[in-house]
């Protein structure tokens, strides 16, 4: 079972930034897909963004486009979400999910094709 864990998260004033991370502190990253969720309650989860194994592919929601960068550090094991222009619809609790796709240039945003997944870390923005 591959170990994520997110950190990052926190509560920001709109118009203002945050930095996720999602690393696999006992495993590699290699050959994975990432992908970047998030959930308020009682919705279903989102996929926000994701990132091929290779980090050539990426994809994001319309929502986010512009505002948010993911890219990933195989050097330091680890998958970032940079958040800009963060609004209060995109609060919400964030999590990463992997999924093995080892030579397949390509990710995904559905969250029933992830395999693994972080426990969440939370962000909030408000005034």
């Known amino acids: 079972q591959l170990e994520l864990v997110e950190s990052g998260g926190g509560s920001v004033q709109p118009g203002g930034s945050l930095r996720l991370s999602c690393a696999a502190p006992?495993?590699?990253?290699?050959?994975?897909?990432i992908g970047w969720f998030r959930q308020t309650p009682g919705n279903e989860r989102e996929g926000v963004s994701c990132i091929s194994q290779s980090g050539e592919t990426t994809d994001y929601v319309d929502s986010v486009k512009g505002r948010f960068t993911i890219s990933r550090d195989n050097a330091k094991n680890t998958v970032y979400l940079q958040m800009n222009s963060l609004n209060p619809e995109d609060a919400g609790t964030y999590y990463c999910?992997?999924?093995?796709?080892?030579?397949?240039?390509?990710?995904?945003?559905?969250?029933?094709?992830?395999?693994?997944w972080g426990k969440g870390t939370p962000v909030t923005v408000s005034q």
């Open positions: 006992r495993s590699t990253l290699d050959g994975f897909a």
């Open positions: 999910a992997a999924r093995w796709m080892y030579g397949v240039e390509m990710c995904s945003r559905n969250h029933f094709l992830m395999d693994h």
